[in-house]
């Protein structure tokens, strides 16, 4: 048997645009044994902008929704029209399946289909962290891993009005997707309950009209609370298939709009003071002052750090408080 690859090796593989790693990557990110931790490290650092010389190449997609609205499926339709286009795409799918109560959907499920045969293709599925609606620090790291070398990372989560949240501090672009004739939508956007996604996907619109009059009442919604940008897009995932065209344009649309060493700085610094949170718990951010101050006290550390360390400065500043 042939040694694991290191941290440090699989992060210049990825660097060289080797898609072969991925599951060695998430292998290795979603090890328990603390002793993997400067691995970890070793890799976030070879894929750091510090070692690409820029922002990963990656478009980072989150797609979040409720359960059963058909992510899974859209997935399995996005993938393909993404790989028609010559991009090489990974998926990672947070599995909530552990917390959900009714199960009643479960036989329903789709499974996100894909050609076992191209490589250029990565699907996988998580836990979710303990955190209600969070996203594992193995989720983070392994996107962050990834989109150094794959053209698409999309973050799959289930739920819909705080789980966009945490998306949207790991993606460069959030899709919510939502039932057509589901007004709980509707009412989550007006009351502020759900931030903002930056695109909208009415699934189902095989359905009939009831898809258009969907579109309509949340683009009438989105500028009653005067939100123009947001795109709202109708597809159908089975046949006939639809819709998938419109929404590749309205996601490169958003992703060529962003400032993206911007965005890129907020998620690192978000993922580290998550990661802080899951170590030393409440607790320890209250000796940080707080999830605010915490951000604000990363403003003045090296914007090109990677997480791990943007994690080590804030535990070296709790200690000295
Ligand atoms: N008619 C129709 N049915 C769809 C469409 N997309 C998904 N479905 C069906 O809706 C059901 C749920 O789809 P999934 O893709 O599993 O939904 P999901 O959001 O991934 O569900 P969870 O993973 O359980 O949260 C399945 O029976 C799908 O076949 C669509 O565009 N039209
Ligand atoms: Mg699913």
Redesign the pocket.
Known sequence: MSEAPSGADLGRRLRDGDLSVAPAVLNLVESRPAQEAGEVEALLHEVAPGALGGEARAHVVGVT????????????ELVRAWRERQRSVAVL?VDPSSKRSGGA??G????IVSDPADRATFIRSTAAGDRLGGLAPATRAAAQALGAAFDVVVI?T?GVGQSETEVAEVADTVAV?VQPGSGDVLQFLKSGIMEIPDVLVV?????GTVAQRARRDLLATLRSIGERATQVVC????APVQGFDQLIDALDAHRAGLDLPARRLAARRAGAVADFHAEHGDRGLRALGGRRAALRALDEEDPALEVPALTRALEARAGAT
């Open positions: 929704g409720p359960p059963g609205v058909g992510k899974s499926t859209l997935l399995s799918a959907l479960l329903d499920r789709a499974r799959e289930v997707v699934t189902k619109a095989d359905l597809v159908s995932s089975v």
